[in-house]
């Protein structure tokens, strides 16, 4: 991008005047940059709930109309509806998912989506896991488990009966079972933990044969007491969540074989892929979408040829370690001794997850590519590698509720980019009690921090279809009442007041999403994880904790993405040509007690690129070293020789402690692409186009329940670029405006300038060739310095004499003249359209009211506006001064806000309120109107007390203060 004319102004970080950022104003000049528009492809999406089928056309095509209209991107079809108790009442056979009702449903959105320009998704069943009626329980392709039956057996005493039962009862509709095997193994307390019973591995005896018409006979040895244990292969009888959706029931599909996934595509192909749809989906369609893998079973997870994949793969019989291996309610129940039980769980756990990713993730992805779509999945819940997942689904997605902190989002941030991927998703928002209580402002302070980790893609949960049997107003709603209680946030669209406000959130984050896909992604560091887990809340241990906050980044990256044709090494860095990392870090194993240990085709590969020149950190005591599964040889002797071979390259490290990290990054002369000098709340994401850095920067959090909250930060920031004579620009991501930064210091490849921003505020900056007016200042005085191409303009909230420091070293002095003091706005009128339940669950009236207010209070203090919720307009009259312009500072309000000063809309961040209102200004009278929208909280608190009267009520409105700071200018250069 080439430097235009930009025009610059401020932002109040900690409550001062800071110098060189802040909030653009809308008639800055954009030119040709894409952020100003940015494209339907980069808006968020709404995971949009239907009640199955039980849907009108016209209403589809109007839902899709809304959507379209506020700015976002597009919809994914999800047949959700745990709010409604009467599941009868949704008619199944008729209007159940898969339906002709659903199909003409599905047909709608997609025509009507092709019309407005944006996006359907298909999710590939009802609700969640992946379910579909042609599947039975006690069918191969459906959802299996292996459930295990005890008997003990005293020391010298008989077993003679029936083979002991399952303790775990199955699921009613589960008809069948079959016996796998049948052993004794001998107690052994010795093996015993807080939780699991102690066996002894050398005693386990194959009695399998013995079984004869269900019947067992045996006499136990006299060194110990035994126990006699089953194994029963069968149907887990899951059906998905919040059923029935059809009728006949759906029952969710064994992920780990193929016959489980091809009935889904079969169904798909003989029942919902209409002609129509077919060519619908190749104008409208996006992705197909498979929610997380909530496989919930009472016993261990299971597929029909386990044994034999096992056995092909690990090189060893998986049945005499069945004991260490079989649950009761996700459990473990025996163990054998510590590392037997650890690398046997170990290697059952990479079967599974290699059956997963290879029956399940790969075929699904090429079935939807042969429709011209790509596969979107949230490829955890499981015990499995959703590290190497992410690599081979088109576009992985993440979950602001289940991921506990922004190493989760590493996690698949790392398969992404290793494997060549573009996008990371994330279903966002379903705060638990969040049901119309949500702000706009908490979702953006939430999701603020996981663009920084790398997401690129924003799925809002959600946008509920109108209606459905037994709902109440303000209409169907997908997730509440939940249980009786407020449930899951949220259901966005007309019902909600703030939906006027929606399509400055859209753009706002179609500006982010573009931060994070132009170019290619870079990070600092690699953390080497054994198992690729996300969904778990543990992070980097250095990384995490001390590098975050000094600037560095990194993402995780396990086993399989080093035999990717990206591991390669160029110039010291793994996968030159995407991520670029600087360094791997190998630490011990988070997942088994953090035990040294490291597969050997992992070690060989680390190896070989420790050799070509990449810098690579062992954290602990690797003298020791295991590889993770069962050693059937020498196994562990050839890991520890190649780790020997490793630690001797020179740009190895060994430390013993995370403590030590920091310094062996400096001893390799490794540091961030982004510093600075103290530890900040700071987080960033780094992509490069073509030789022009784009720098993503928020004050955000680590974690939803970070505690003290974020505070302001106000801070040099040093950044790398790629070029010496880039110059650096910001980019408003409010506005998409774009103004060169006036203030820096440049030294080689590092550029440092000042950045304050507020809780969850983000801006972009961009390291790019220069303009044809190029001179800058590396120090001032003065609160700001506006750079345009007519040169440099000192700006200041006062009167006096400033100097500037030029890039060239010389220091210039300007006086700017008297600055009329700040004015408080504090006499307003206010009129409220006040938000009620009309005749139908869907119909909304609204009631006007009017306030005089010589001070601002919330609505909760105004007689007559305690419980209402709707949209607030407030209007002052104000005499201005003469003076070069002013910033309009709306301190606190509620939610978002919209802004017009003299009937000219001024955009307004609803992280930091503040706006350059100088060009919209006049001396003498001026008219300033702020719009507030609400929740709808206080007004269900009293329309619908018995689900929402337990809610607080929220402190709806503008509450200040509100202050015009006006400011003086003078020419410096």
């Known amino acids: 991008m080439s430097g235009l004319r930009r025009r610059t102004v401020l932002a109040l970080g900690a409550g001062t005047l800071a110098a060189g950022w802040g909030a653009v104003p809308a008639e800055a000049d954009t030119g040709r940059n894409d952020f100003a528009r940015p494209a339907t492809g980069l808006r968020p999406y709404f995971r949009w709930w239907w009640p199955d089928g039980l849907v009108d056309p016209a209403e589809i095509r109007r839902e899709v109309d809304q959507i379209a209209a506020a700015g976002f991107g597009g919809a994914e079809i999800a047949a959700v509806h745990h709010s409604v108790r009467d599941k009868a009442a949704l008619d199944t056979a008729g209007h159940g998912w898969g339906t002709a009702a659903w199909t003409r449903g599905v047909e709608a959105a997609l025509d009507q989506a092709a019309r407005r320009g944006i996006t359907i998704d298909l999710t590939i069943g009802p609700s969640w896991p992946a379910a579909v009626p042609t599947v039975t329980p006690d069918g191969p392709a459906a959802v299996q488990e292996l459930a295990h039956g005890v008997a003990t057996v005293a020391a010298g005493g008989t077993f003679d009966g029936p083979v002991p039962a399952s303790v775990t009862a199955a699921a009613p509709s589960v008809t069948r079972q079959t016996l796998i095997a049948v052993q004794a193994v001998r107690v052994d307390p010795a093996n015993a933990t807080r939780k699991e019973t102690g066996l002894a591995a050398d005693s386990v005896t194959d009695l399998t044969a013995r079984v004869t018409d269900g019947r067992l006979t045996w006499t136990a040895p006299a060194d110990g007491d035994y126990l006699v244990l089953a194994y029963w292969q069968r149907g887990s009888g899951q059906e998905p969540e919040s059923g029935p959706h059809t009728s006949p029931d759906a029952y969710v599909v064994d992920h780990f074989s193929a016959a489980g996934t091809q009935a889904v595509i079969d169904f798909w192909e003989a029942r919902l892929l209409t002609p129509r749809i077919r060519a619908l989906l190749r104008r409208a369609g996006g992705s197909l979408f498979e929610d997380s893998i909530e496989l919930e079973t009472h016993a261990l997870n299971w597929t029909p040829a386990m044994l034999t994949e096992f056995q092909r793969r690990r090189g060893y019989d998986l049945r005499p370690y069945l004991p260490a291996v079989v ?93 060549g991927r573009a996008l990371l998703s994330c279903e966002a928002g379903a705060y638990q009690g969040g049901a119309y209580n949500t702000t706009w402002k908490r979702l953006l302070r939430t999701m603020g921090g996981a663009y920084a980790a790398g997401l690129n893609q924003t799925v809002f949960h959600g946008f509920s279809y109108a209606t459905a049997p037994g709902a109440a107003w303000p209409g169907f709603a997908a997730f509440t009442p939940y249980s009786g209680a407020i449930g899951y946030a949220e259901s966005w669209g007309p019902r909600q007041p703030s939906w006027r406000h929606a399509p400055d959130v859209a753009a706002y984050l179609g500006r982010v999403h573009l931060a994070g896909r132009i170019g290619v992604n870079r990070v600092d560091a690699a953390v080497f994880r054994q198992k690729g887990y996300s969904k778990t809340g543990i992070g980097a241990s250095w990384f995490t904790s001390d590098g975050v906050p000094s600037g560095w980044t990194h993402q995780m990256i396990s086993a399989p993405l080093l035999a990717l044709p990206s591991a390669t090494v160029r110039d010291g860095r793994l996968a030159p040509d995407g991520p670029a990392y600087r360094v791997l870090l190998v ?378 700071i006006p400011y003086g200018e003078v020419r410096v250069w």
Not at 338 to 353: E, G, K, L, N, P
Not at 803 to 826: E, F, H, K
Not at 942 to 960: I, S, W
């Open 327 to 419: 649950r009761v309610k996700e459990a473990t129940v025996y163990a054998f001794d510590a590392a037997t039980s650890r690398r046997v769980r170990a290697d059952y756990w990479q079967t599974i997850s290699d059956l997963f990713t290879e029956h399940h993730f790969v075929p699904l992805t090429r079935w939807a590519h042969s429709l011209g779509l790509t596969f979107r999945a949230q490829p955890y819940g499981l015990e499995t590698d959703a590290i190497a997942a992410s690599a081979v689904v088109d576009v992985p997605e993440g979950e602001s509720l289940g991921f506990k902190n922004l190493d989760d989002y590493r996690c698949l941030a790392g398969g992404r980019d290793m494997g």
């Open 587 to 964: 630490e011990p194993d988070p997942f088994s007690g953090s035990a040294a240990t490291l597969d050997l085709p992992s070690a060989r590969r680390i190896l070989a690129l420790a050799r070509q020149g990449l810098p690579v950190v062992l954290l602990g005591d690797w003298s020791a070293a295991t590889v993770p599964g069962r050693a059937t040889g020498d196994e562990d002797v050839a890991l520890r020789a190649l780790l020997a071979e490793l630690t001797a390259l020179p740009r190895v490290r060994t430390v013993a402690a995370k403590t030590e990290v920091g310094a062996a990054l400096a001893s390799l002369g490794l540091r961030p692409a982004v510093s600075y000098a103290r530890t900040s709340t700071l987080l960033h994401g780094h992509r490069v186009d073509r030789g022009t850095d784009y720098y993503y920067l928020v004050n955000g959090k680590h974690a939803e329940t970070v505690k003290p909250p974020v505070a302001a930060i106000d801070h040099d920031v040093t950044l790398q670029r790629s070029s010496r004579t880039a110059v650096p620009y910001r980019i408003d991501p409010w506005t998409g405006a774009r103004e060169r930064i006036a203030v820096y210091t440049a030294d080689g490849d590092r550029v440092t300038m000042r950045v304050a921003l507020q809780p969850g505020e983000s801006a972009i900056v961009v390291l790019d060739a220069p303009g044809a007016a190029n001179r800058h200042v590396t120090a001032t005085t003065a609160d700001r310095v506006l750079a345009t191409e007519r040169g440099l303009t000192l700006r200041a909230a006062t009167g006096g004499t400033y100097t500037a420091t030029l890039d060239d070293g010389r220091t210039v002095s300007r006086t700017i003249p008297a600055v009329p003091a700040p004015i408080p706005l504090t006499r307003w009128t206010l009129r409220v359209a006040d938000w009620r339940p009309g005749s139908s669950a869907t119909e909304t009236l609204s009631v006007t009211h009017t306030v005089e207010l010589d001070g601002l209070r919330p609505w909760t203090e105004l007689p007559g506006l305690a419980d209402v919720s709707g949209v607030g307009r407030y209007t002052a009259v104000v005499d201005v001064p003469a003076c070069a312009g002013a910033y309009l500072g709306l301190g606190e309000v509620f939610d978002t806000a919209r802004v017009t000063v003299n009937g000219r809309a001024v955009p307004v961040s609803p992280l930091n309120p503040v706006a350059d209102v100088g060009p919209y200004l006049h001396e003498g009278r001026n008219t300033i109107e702020v719009e507030v929208a609400t929740t709808l909280n206080n007004r269900l608190r009293v329309a619908d007390p018995a689900v929402y009267g337990v809610a607080p009520r929220q402190a709806y409105g503008l509450t200040g203060p509100v202050t015009l």
